[in-house]
């Protein structure tokens, strides 16, 4: 059966993370995603580490050809490629796709139906439109850094490139919801997002707080922001994730600590008051904790309903027998670093199990391959080649 996306094309001109990230969600559902890279150079500033984890876990399910678009046969090889390509995915600077000759209303010229997926910084216009986009300036800009980490800490990265991947992921979605939206209109979109904006709307319910009651999130570590008693406790031998917010949840777990006197403690017998005295609570509470061990207060809670876990290095995480089930690290076999696994993608789809198709390709690998397809012929190709086109 073909995989969901089997009949989308997509020409890949993103770098770096934010647009290879948004990219890989139509690879891996199938799409044929064409990865137009520099000759020479590839991917920018990841060119160097072509086979390190990063590159390799960003850029599978793809096809690579090289093409230089400041050429003029490049650029009129990029709109060829273009009349019969269903997206175009780029993650440039707002005005890099302009000079270039290759934004929207030009490639709309061409082909009408085209979905055309731009990834910023800041946004395609505005004060900071013209900057340059990194993640870490986003989590900083886009609050994130002021609610993570210890109180009084001082800002706090996340671990991860939190408004890249997102920026990605949104940008996906609205390429995914414009095909849908194509099929009634025949009309193509132009689909933009960028770092920041996703930054802010990953706050969720953290810049709603303050949106609607006015109210400025802090950083509270590992505590849960507003569902107590909800955070990290110690163990006899380590540390669990415990989180019994909510009435129900909170009964059973007094029960399993066996102090049901909390539920009628004038100090913590509504939400509000663990609220006020959260400090005071989880005092007590790890004070219990730390008579037994993790794996015992997890069995403990886990048989009652009340949601706890091991927090794990990620060496243990793909160790533990539930993502082992889920099948989260995919194999894969690369010609150069032999068997390998990348990260599997998190979604399941009926009749359409992921799997790693092909491991990210070479440098310009396909590019005799595509242009073959597209029409030319092999002297046309080496006079491309000879131009310095591709």
């Known amino acids: 059966m073909p995989l969901p996306l089997a009949h989308i094309r997509v020409l890949d001109l993103t770098r770096v993370r934010a647009g290879p990230a948004c990219v890989r969600q139509l690879a891996d559902w199938g799409a044929d995603v064409v990865k137009i890279e520099q000759p020479g150079r590839g991917d920018g500033q990841m060119g160097d580490a072509r086979h390190g984890p990063d590159f390799q876990n960003l850029h599978r399910n793809k096809r690579s050809m090289t093409l230089n678009l400041k050429r003029p046969a490049g650029k009129a090889v990029f709109m060829k490629l273009a009349k019969s390509a269903d997206v175009v995915v780029e993650n440039y600077r707002p005005d890099v796709k302009h000079r270039l000759g290759i934004a929207y209303d030009a490639v709309r010229a061409v082909n009408p139906g085209i979905v055309y997926a731009s990834i910023s910084g800041f946004g395609q216009d505005g004060p900071y439109g013209h900057l340059p986009g990194f993640d870490q300036v986003a989590q900083g800009m886009g609050g994130l850094m002021s609610i993570t980490g210890l109180p009084g800490q ?43 904006e996703a930054q802010v709307a990953m706050l969720d319910f953290q810049a709603e707080r303050w949106l609607l009651n006015k109210e400025v999130p802090r950083q509270a570590g590992n505590d849960h922001p507003t569902g107590i008693p909800t955070g990290v406790f110690e163990t006899a031998d380590g540390h669990i994730n415990i989180a019994a917010t909510g009435t129900a949840i909170y009964q059973r777990f007094c029960q399993v600590m066996e102090r049901e ?58 160790n533990d027998p539930q993502v082992k089930h889920l099948g989260m690290a995919a194999p894969a076999r690369h010609e150069e670093l032999g068997d390998i696994a990348l990260v599997a993608q998190p979604l399941k789809l009926s009749g359409a199990p992921f799997e790693v198709r092909s491991a990210t390709p070479e440098l310009g690998e396909h590019t005799d391959e595509v242009l073959a397809q597209a029409g030319y012929s092999a002297s046309e190709i080496a006079d491309l080649r000879d131009d310095g086109a591709i």
């Open 154 to 196: 001082g800002p706090v990265r996340a671990g991860i490139p939190v408004a890249d991947l997102s920026a990605g992921l949104y940008a996906a979605l609205g390429i995914l919801t414009a095909l849908l939206a194509r099929v009634e209109t025949g009309e193509g979109r132009w689909v933009y997002t960028s770092l920041l």
């Open 261 to 318: 006197d909390w539920l009628s403690d004038q100090r913590f017998d509504t939400a509000a008051k663990r609220s006020v005295n959260r400090a005071a609570l989880n005092a007590e509470i790890e004070g219990i904790t730390k008579t037994r061990t993790s794996a015992e207060w997890i069995a403990a809670f886990n048989e009652v309903g009340v949601p706890a876990g091991y927090i794990y290095s990620v060496d243990e995480v793909f």
